[in-house]
């Protein structure tokens, strides 16, 4: 699993992209960003397919502030539609701090 790499990241915050590094995702249709918050709840955001080939790429922009709403480790991994199917990517683990660590 990889870990973000990233400058901190904070609760509440707005105004960041999330962007994966996929490989060659010829024949993308679509993406979702799944999340598992700290608290093991999970869910996903809609994702935009940038790229596909040969270095696929997909990514979230998030814009609300509600969007982390959970300190603490945090993990993303993007999943991508195909015509047969679909396909996750590999996690990163995020950690998501309070205003002011």
């Known amino acids: 699993m990889n870990i973000y790499v990233g400058g ?14 996929c490989g060659d995702i010829d024949g993308a249709l679509n993406a ?16 935009t397919v940038e790229d596909t ?7 979230f922009d998030l814009t609300l502030t509600g969007q982390f709403s959970v300190n603490g480790e945090w993990r993303f991994w993007p999943k991508i539609g195909f015509t047969s199917g679909s396909a996750p990517g590999e996690a990163i683990r995020v950690k998501i701090y309070n205003e002011g660590e």
Do not use: A
């Not at 979702?32 to 994702?47: A, E, I, L, T």
């Open 8 to 21: 901190k990241l904070y609760e509440h915050q707005t105004e960041l992209r999330l962007r994966f590094d």
């Open 32 to 47: 979702r960003v799944h999340y598992r918050k700290p608290n093991g709840d999970v869910g996903s955001f809609s994702g």
């Open 53 to 59: 080939t040969p270095t696929g790429h997909v990514y």
